[in-house]
């Protein structure tokens, strides 16, 4: 079997072994209607090729944290303007909200811990999705009739789940790796 082979077996059997024991924990509470923003974080994480690193799970952390921020400031625009202006609504979400968030995220705190701008967007598209459109009140989105502030730690939760779920994936497969992956002799 080549080395990439066996490095996706061990990936595969870390993955098929965090997602039985997380997914079968998390099927047991009410969180697990909402499990998938979780795997949205996995998604980001892997993607970055971050490997084990608590820094980068941190910075997608307190990033994403901005972005429940930056989609409460969508949600009051929408509360706010879009009863007399849907069109200027538009504007200042799309237009100025989402500029200003690119700016402040890429130009002012890129080189700090609130500068990841991919778990700053899912922050935000969450924010939106829990609380609902047009208007923010409750029972609009997928949260629910869910106080905002359970709304907003269960968001909190999930990506934490998805980094929690990903290191897992990379410590069992690192486990394997040595056991499945043997060195080719050095001539």
């Known amino acids: 079997m080549s080395k990439v ?15 039985f024991i997380l997914c079968t924990l998390a099927g047991f509470t009410p969180m697990i209607q909402w499990l998938w ?15 084990k690193s608590f820094s ?3 910075k997608m952390i307190l990033s994403f ?11 009051l625009i929408w509360f706010y303007v879009f009863p007399v202006n849907p ?4 504007f200042l979400d ?9 700016w402040v995220h890429l130009s002012l705190l890129v080189k ?5 701008v991919p778990t700053v967007f899912l922050g935000l598209a969450m924010t939106i999705a829990f609380f609902g459109r047009p208007f923010p009140f409750q029972g609009h989105g997928l949260m629910g009739s869910l106080p905002p502030i359970k ?6 939760a999930y990506v934490v789940f998805g980094l929690l779920f990903s290191f897992m994936i990379e410590y069992i497969a690192g486990a394997l790796a040595p056991k499945i992956i043997r060195q080719e002799p050095q001539q």
């Open 56 to 58: 980068m799970a941190g």
């Open 112 to 116: 700090t811990p609130f500068g990841f």
């Open 37 to 51: 923003v979780g795997f949205l974080s996995m998604i980001i994480y892997f993607a970055t090729g971050s490997h």
């Open 65 to 75: 944290l901005c972005g429940l921020i930056w989609g409460q400031l969508s949600n």
């Open 151 to 156: 709304g907003v730690g269960l968001l909190i």
């Open 87 to 90: 069109v200027l609504t538009a």
């Open 5 to 19: 082979r066996n490095i996706g077996t061990c990936i595969g059997i870390g993955g098929g072994i965090t997602a």
């Open 94 to 102: 799309f237009g100025v909200l989402v500029g200003l968030l690119l």
